[in-house]
């Protein structure tokens, strides 16, 4: 996920923190970025006063660095909740302000003391429909080269969920992937090495897919969403598709910890977890979002896609 910002602000933020009244929010930019911002940052912005700057991509490297150096330029950023369990226990995250931040309606599997969610996805099988011939219905098939000819894009992360796709291709039943067998996924993953192209971020995927770069694709379903939104022809299959979450958390030593703990506030509360699902394709983090939400959005949700879904085990 990408998101290109102009180099004079960019300098900015790296250089000192936001003012007072203001705070910074990083995510994966692309459309992610674009709908967590209509959805959340404008309208916290309006009502409570706080300018909400954005910053981009998500990085684990610079997040660590930061809080390392004590220079610390980002207040709330939006992290894959492996990388949250792990920054917890090393330190690099400030907990989370419960008083603040109501807690009652919000997925249990998705907070914890360091972390809230930010929204539920899946990773589903994409392809172009103009560059595949037929209809790839499981994750076996993106490793038929012979049947599905081309190039397949995986996240160039490897866990979660590539690893548990070459498991699932080799014919590994869903219930018993863990522990994961890494030498097992790594020499399936060989057998079609020449022919992955690998993505860091939803944008880099959505790119492939639509230009056909890539023939079939590990897509986080939101992107799916958003290429369809875009009129690309692209085609998806939701068997097994592959659920775990993001979520949201403040640095250590962010220096507007109070102005990020009422964003956080404002992002899971009902309305604005149904106004960024109905914007993103991604399922809500608040139980109380779906009764805002148009049924035919509910539809298309993760949830709704419960036959054959297997939930990644982040704690692994």
Not at 179 to 191: G, M, Q, S, W, Y
Not at 193 to 213: F, M, N, P, R, T
Request: charged share 25%; hydrophobic share 45%; net charge negative.
């Amino acid at each position: 996920m990408r998101l290109i910002l102009a180099g004079v602000l960019a300098g900015l933020l790296s250089a000192t923190a936001a003012k007072a009244d203001e705070m910074v929010f990083t995510s994966w930019g692309g459309t992610t970025q674009e709908a967590q911002t209509k959805s959340w940052a404008e309208p916290f912005a309006a009502s409570s006063g706080i300018k909400v700057l954005q910053d981009g991509p998500t990085d684990y490297g610079k997040l660590k660095a930061m809080v390392d150096a004590k220079n610390v330029t980002w207040d709330v950023v939006d992290v894959e909740m492996d990388f949250a369990i792990k920054a917890a226990k090393d330190g690099l995250l400030e907990p989370i302000d419960f008083a603040a931040v109501p807690k009652a309606d919000l997925d249990p599997r998705f907070s914890n003391e360091h972390a809230v969610g930010s929204f539920y996805y899946s990773f589903v099988l994409a392809w172009n429909k103009g560059a595949v011939s037929g209809e790839p219905t499981s994750w076996a098939d993106m490793f038929d080269t012979k049947k599905f000819p081309g190039k397949r894009t995986f996240y160039k992360w490897s866990a979660p969920g590539v690893i548990e796709i070459a498991l699932l291709a080799d014919g590994v039943p869903a219930d018993k992937l863990y522990p994961l067998d890494l030498e097992r996924a790594f020499k399936k993953l060989d057998t079609i090495k020449s022919d992955i192209v690998w993505w860091g971020g939803g944008a880099e995927s959505q790119q492939l897919i639509a230009s056909g770069e890539a023939a079939f694709g590990q897509l986080w379903n939101g992107r799916v969403f958003a290429l369809e939104k875009d009129g690309a022809d692209v085609g998806v299959s939701w068997n097994q598709n592959l659920t775990a979450a993001d979520v949201l958390v403040v640095p250590k030593g962010a220096k507007n910890k109070d102005s990020a703990m009422k964003f956080l506030a404002a992002a899971t509360s009902p309305t604005g977890q149904a106004k960024f699902a109905e914007a993103s394709g991604y399922a809500p983090i608040n139980t109380k979002a779906k009764a805002e939400m148009p049924a035919d959005v509910v539809k298309g949700l993760p949830d709704a896609h419960v036959d054959g879904q297997i939930n990644l085990d982040m704690n692994y």
